[in-house]
């Protein structure tokens, strides 16, 4: 297959790359905090609240062709007996050929596990389940059969490729389990967890006789929330997720600052082990959390393409109760 330039060649080439070496198979967030389906499903409902709707969006290579854009989506609803639901939808598209990637999961979280004084102590298990599709669209490829040495590309040339599938689809389970502190009042919160996706390692299939599978990805994701004092706290964090024979360190730190009694302010940075520093502004209103962040490539292969950089929005609402019982003021586990 070939694609019309080799500048539009460098993404794809990118993709397959880093399915194999250095990143995920999976898309990601670097506001993954925003999603929780993805990070682990034990999140589901954690929050301040009885409901809370999310969405991120992230595009990337914009400097080069078609840019990848991913949207994620997910609401979460709290029950109030120790059981949390929600659903989650992710899209993602990338590049020329018209490439799809496309999951849909419902989600469940137990909460009924607490311990230590005043019950603060908490430990809570999710599942999740759902559905995995990737498609492409052969009508939107170029082939080196449709190249021409002295005219150069020619779509009116038979590509000469048979494709008997362009569509896969598979169904999917994850689970987790998480362990965070709720204690108001405490100089240091610890919340850590563990997720375990693609339990089926379902099929990835694009031809008759293609046989490949999802790998399971672990994730382990953790930090501590550090108090100064009453208006400013600081939360040191971490990722680490390993899928097949790839790997993802993550690093960082926020800054919260309690502006005002509706207003508080979030400045940050993640730094990702051999591909990127993302920093990360955001502010809450009340019920509302807006962020951004932006990734600065440091990888080689930034370099090559004249930097590959992203960029990240995310939009959250929370709706609560009218009065907040002291055991909620801190909720550690992510934004």
């Known amino acids: 297959m070939s694609i019309r330039t080799p500048r539009k060649l460098l993404p794809l080439l990118a993709l397959f790359v880093a399915g194999s070496t250095m990143a995920q198979v999976d898309p990601h967030f670097s506001q993954y905090y925003v999603y929780p389906s993805w990070l682990n499903p034990a999140l589901t409902g954690v929050f301040d ?6 969405g991120v969006y992230r595009t990337q290579w914009g400097s080069i062709t078609t840019p990848f854009t991913t949207f994620g989506a997910t609401g979460e ?3 109030g007996k120790n059981i949390n639901v929600g659903a989650s939808i992710l899209k993602q598209t990338a590049g020329d050929g018209g490439y799809g990637y496309t999951t849909a999961y419902g989600s469940v979280s137990y909460t009924g596990v607490k311990f230590g004084p005043g019950l603060t102590k908490r430990l809570t298990f999710g599942l999740q389940a759902g559905m995995i599709q990737r ?4 009508s939107k490829m170029t082939f080196g059969s449709q190249w021409n040495p002295v005219f150069g590309y020619n779509p009116g040339n038979p590509s000469n490729e048979v494709l008997s599938r362009t569509a896969a689809s598979a169904f999917d389970i994850g689970a987790g389990v998480l362990y965070f502190d709720a204690k108001p009042g405490k100089k240091a919160n610890v919340y850590g967890g563990l997720s375990v996706s693609h339990l089926t390692q379902p099929d990835d299939k694009f031809g008759a006789t293609g046989d490949a599978r999802f790998p399971m990805r672990y994730t382990f994701h953790g930090g501590v929330r550090i108090a100064i004092n009453d208006q400013f ?4 964090n971490l990722l680490y997720l390993k899928q097949g024979t790839a790997t993802e ?10 502006a005002t009694s509706d ?5 940050g940075a993640n730094y990702r082990f051999q591909d990127a520093l993302a920093p990360f502004f955001g502010f809450t209103y009340r019920n509302m959390m807006l962020g951004a962040s932006y990734d600065i490539n440091t990888s080689n292969l930034g370099k090559l393409v004249n930097g590959a950089n992203s960029f990240e929005i995310s939009l959250s609402i929370i709706g609560r109760k009218s009065t907040k019982t002291p055991e909620v ?3 550690c586990p992510r934004l």
């Open 233 to 236: 706290s600081v939360t040191p």
């Open 249 to 258: 360190k993550m690093v960082g730190a926020y800054g919260q600052y309690k």
């Open 77 to 79: 609803f709290v029950t």
């Open 263 to 267: 207003v508080n302010v979030l400045i």
């Open 135 to 138: 498609r492409f669209d052969q």
């Open 329 to 331: 003021e801190f909720v």
């Open 49 to 54: 609240g009885e409901y809370r709707a999310s």
